[in-house]
Structures are given as C-alpha cells and as structure tokens.
C-alpha cells in the first residue's frame, strides 16, 4: 500500500507561483509512475501532468504546458508540481496519484493510489 499526501496548496493571484508537494509512505516510489490531477466544482478529475519512474518522460495538458513542471525526489519519496503563472482557471483540488508502472500514465483510471487532495484558488 502507498499513501501519499498532497500540500503547499492555498490562494494565490494571477500571475503568481505555488508548488505543490505529495510525500509517499508505505512503500518507495523510486519505481512508480507519479501524476497529478485536479478537479473543479461541477467538472470531471482532469489530467495535468505526470512522471515516468525514472522521472526522464514526462508529459502535460495542453493547458497546463510551459507554466507547470512536474519533478520527484525519489530519495525524499516525494514529487513536485511547480506551478508558474498562474490563471483563476487553475482554480480545483489538485491531486497525486501513483501506480506501479515504468510507463506515463495520463488516464486517472490507470492510477492504484490517490491523495486526499489540496485546494488551490487563483484569483483575478
């Protein structure tokens, strides 16, 4: 089993940055694919980046690309999810999630573990 747990979330303007970390206990991640999702009220958990194992593939929602850089730290058992240039349209519950798996997954069906979640909110 594999507990992970989100923070670093909060209120932040437009324009400004937040970085997101979701430290893993239970078991080393060293070998699992990591992501990051997030969902806003009224809409479907959405896709917004993800890590292979090694932490050498990486890959980003269109919307999300060249403002956010997903990174890990498999020594800490921990991965990051720097979010620059922020748009009130970033505004959901962000997510980690991991799965035993040497490919990037991008479907969140495709992920075993889940976090509890952080809130960011961007205003205008």
């Known amino acids: 089993q594999v507990q992970l747990r989100e923070s670093g979330g909060g209120l932040v303007q437009a324009g400004g940055s937040l970085r997101l970390s979701c430290a893993a206990s239970g078991r080393t991640i060293s070998n699992y694919a990591m992501g990051w999702f997030r969902q806003a009220p009224g809409k479907e958990r959405e896709f917004v980046a993800a890590?292979?194992?090694?932490?050498?593939?990486?890959s980003y929602a269109d919307s999300v690309k060249g403002r956010f850089s997903i990174s890990r730290e498999n020594a800490k058992n921990t991965v990051y999810l720097q979010m620059n240039s922020l748009k009130p349209e970033d505004t959901a519950v962000y997510y980690c999630?991991?799965?035993?798996?040497?490919?990037?997954?991008?479907?969140?069906?495709?992920?075993?573990?889940w976090g509890q979640g952080t809130q960011v909110t961007v205003s205008s």
């Open positions: 890590s292979r194992w090694s932490g050498g593939i990486t």
């Open positions: 999630a991991a799965d035993n798996t040497m490919v990037v997954v991008t479907n969140p069906a495709g992920y075993d573990y």
